[in-house]
């Protein structure tokens, strides 16, 4: 344990909350919760020399610091009242008001008897249960709401009647909270194992969803055309549960890249979300623009025409909000705008070598993540032609994921000229018809109709002299 040799700091110092929590639930534990007396600065000091890493602010209202070190995380927190019974009183959830004496803890003889306890604490551990301390509690901190969902989903308990009735009435006040903490509470609530959407209902039938995505509410009752069975929003959560099915066990011709699939989705971005948590957000939301295009047509059927491009523009601001980073937000708009891509391509089969490198050259490092996206997506359908649908998808995402995890010539095709080089030969000033050249050349190559840079200049001074020729391909 990273406190594990830590000289005693003396007075009113508590390990308090999850870390409790989680050993008497044998889960492993990597978070530790400190309460000690204002000002926090003497123990923050200690644990900083102790550690060897530097902390940093978490939370301005509370004064709490952070120290990241060796998988672990420390909070230092001010008590909360004038004893740590008060403390506790002030805390979230039952479950998380515990505290034993620091002191007792580096003894490394802590007993059962030692932990002080809300008087519902350890029988909701036992039973399972979310309740909350007191009715104040939301009222102190409204992130607590969004990190109720995160600690049922996390340790699969079931929130009590009075729990779920105070998320609803103090959703909107998830707002007051800083976008940071939000986004931290999703990216984690996103990275468990499994992700219970039937909790993730609750969220959206008590308001809490909708604060965080408001255009997402009108998925609810969207009804779709003869390629869905359901409206949009249980479209999704269909979705959602077709990936972690996914997740679990990938289709017969997709089992021998399933390394490849694991290890992309556990890489994190830079801003440290998980891309696991950002494809399951991107599934949440992908459909997110259906209602806003939504149109019957004189034929009966009803269309949804770029309602990819419309699901970005409506919650981009919600990302900017939510402090996502650049890569992330990056992410999270292809994953949306592209999840047509593979169920327009899988018409064709084989896919031409020049619609694998387009796939590839458009999702990135979100090609993988993209496949699982789309395949739980068209299991989620289950309209008239879906099983035919189904494999066509599998075929055609087999394919891609062949030459992505295989890094054949047709995923990452050589450059045969560089920009400079096409600008001399085609007497080009710097801008986009210069990328568009470049793309048609590496697409040929992909194709394999040039191999070397004279077939190149070949290739696109031919190109540059056909002016009906479109350079956009994509």
């Not at 696991?276 to 009966?300: F, M």
């Amino acid at each position: 344990m990273l406190l594990a040799g830590l000289p005693d700091p003396g007075g009113e110092c508590w390990v308090v909350g999850g870390a409790l929590r989680d050993a008497w639930l044998g889960r492993p534990v990597h978070d530790i919760d400190l309460a000690v007396p204002d000002p926090i600065s003497p123990v923050v000091e200690l644990l900083e020399r102790h550690t060897g890493h530097n902390a940093h602010t978490v939370n301005q209202k509370f004064a709490s610091a952070r120290i990241v070190a060796n998988d672990y995380e420390i909070d230092v927190t001010p008590l909360n009242g004038d004893s740590i019974e008060a403390d506790l009183r002030r805390r979230d959830y039952c479950i998380n008001a515990l505290a034993v004496p620091l002191s007792v803890v580096l003894s490394g003889n802590a007993q059962p008897r030692d932990v002080i306890a809300d008087p519902n604490a350890l029988d909701d551990l036992e039973a399972g249960r979310l309740r909350l301390v007191s009715a104040a509690a939301l009222t102190d901190d409204p992130l607590r709401v969004l990190r109720g969902f995160r600690l049922a989903a996390q340790l699969q308990m079931e929130p009590d009647n009075a729990c779920r009735e105070a998320w609803r009435v103090h959703a909107a006040d998830l707002r007051k909270t800083s976008g940071e903490r939000q986004r931290e509470e999703l990216v984690r609530w996103f990275s468990l194992g499994q992700l219970d959407t039937g909790l993730l209902q609750i969220c959206a039938d008590a308001g809490v969803l909708w604060q965080l995505f408001p255009a997402l509410s009108d998925s609810v009752g969207c009804t779709q055309n003869h390629y869905h069975h359901l409206d949009v929003w249980d479209h999704t959560l269909l979705a959602l549960r077709q990936l972690d099915g996914l997740l679990e066990q990938l289709p017969g011709p997709l089992v021998e890249f399933t390394g490849a699939f694991s290890q992309a989705m556990a890489m994190q971005l830079d801003g440290g979300a998980s891309v696991l948590a950002l494809t399951r957000l991107s599934l949440l939301l992908h459909d997110v623009g259906k209602p806003a295009t939504r149109r019957d047509e004189a034929n009966g059927y009803v269309s949804f025409i770029g309602h990819q491009k419309v699901g970005v523009e409506l919650v981009e601001e919600d990302f900017r909000r939510l402090r996502f980073s650049s890569a992330e937000q990056d992410f999270l708009h292809r994953m949306i705008h592209e999840h047509l891509r593979l169920g327009f391509y899988s018409d064709n089969d084989p896919l031409p070598a020049k619609l694998i490198y387009r796939f590839i050259r458009t999702l990135g490092n979100a090609t993988l993540p993209q496949l699982l996206h789309s395949l739980a997506d068209c299991a989620a359908a289950l309209g008239s032609d879906s099983e035919e649908s189904i494999q066509r998808h599998i075929s055609a995402a087999r394919q891609v994921a062949d030459n992505y995890v295989n890094d054949s010539h047709v995923a990452r095709p050589p450059v045969l000229l560089n920009g400079e080089e096409i600008m001399r030969l085609l007497s080009l000033r710097p801008g986009p018809a210069v990328g568009r050249y470049k793309r048609a050349m590496l697409e040929a190559t992909a194709e394999g109709w040039i191999s070397s840079p004279q077939d190149a200049r070949e290739f696109l001074a031919g190109l540059a002299g056909d002016t009906g020729r479109e350079l956009n391909g994509g």
